[in-house]
T-cell receptor, first 111, second 111 residues
Framework: GQNIDQPTEMTATEGAIVQINCTYQ??????LFWYQQHAGEAPTFLSY????GLEEKGRFSSFLSRSKGYSYLLLKELQMKDSASYLC????????????FGKGTRLSVIA | SQTIHQWPATLVQPVGSPLSLECTVE??????LYWYRQAAGRGLQLLFYSVGIGQISSEVPQNLSASRPQDRQFILSSKKLLLSDSGFYLCAWSLGNTEAFFGQGTRLTVV
């Protein structure tokens, strides 16, 4: 089975940097994904990590440590529109296995 | 480019009535298809996934069923809805180990 943990809620200030952590326990590992979900909308893909290290995409970066079962999503220069839930998801082996999602972290960006 | 269509966007159904939600994918062949449900304030729960026509894997035993009559069509059904079936239903697709892309979702309220 799989267990994915992330904080329920976070609050950060506009213009600041925020780090959302995710820890996971899986029998196998075939990639970690981050999604953004605005209230009432479908999740949209943000980033993918399968090897250890940092992946950067503009204001968003994602880090993975497979040995620690740990990932984080880093959001820089926060904007009000970044207020959303951020979902961590893991894929197990074999290929084509569905993503398993954590419960999400609701981020509120305040002025 | 690939697109995913899911309908309807909103649905209000009485307890005991049947359900049929449809999802189609365009611009790709032999996608993996998924149905997830998100209850209010909860994470994404995988309901069904399919790796090919007629191949359905069920993750959660309940009064829902899924079918894949064509390569890019995925249908979620119920013969008799329960109050507990209310939620946000999301169809998604992926290829191999890539990220999953979600449809707009159907918000189902059972009354």
């Amino acid at each position: 089975g799989q267990n994915i943990d992330q904080p329920t809620e976070m609050t950060a200030t506009e213009g600041a940097i925020v780090q959302i952590n995710c820890t996971y326990q899986t029998s196998g590992f075939n990639g970690l994904f981050w999604y953004q979900q605005h209230a009432g909308e479908a999740p949209t893909f943000l980033s993918y990590n399968v090897l250890d290290g940092l992946e950067e995409k503009g204001r968003f970066s994602s880090f993975l440590s497979r040995s620690k079962g740990y990932s984080y999503l880093l959001l820089k220069e926060l904007q009000m529109k970044d207020s959303a839930s951020y979902l961590c998801a893991v894929r197990d082996y074999p290929e084509n296995t569905p993503l398993v999602f954590g419960k999400g972290t609701r981020l509120s960006v305040i002025a | 480019s690939q697109t995913i269509h899911q309908w309807p966007a909103t649905l209000v159904q009485p307890v005991g009535s049947p359900l049929s939600l449809e999802c189609t994918v365009e611009g790709t062949s032999n996608p993996n298809l998924y149905w997830y449900r998100q209850a209010a304030g909860r994470g994404l729960q995988l309901l069904f996934y399919s790796v090919g026509i007629g191949q359905i894997s069920s993750e959660v035993p309940q009064n829902l069923s899924a079918s894949r009559p064509q390569d890019r069509q995925f249908i979620l059904s119920s013969k008799k809805l329960l109050l507990s079936d209310s939620g946000f239903y999301l169809c998604a697709w992926s290829l191999g180990n890539t990220e999953a892309f979600f449809g707009q979702g159907t918000r189902l309220t059972v009354v």
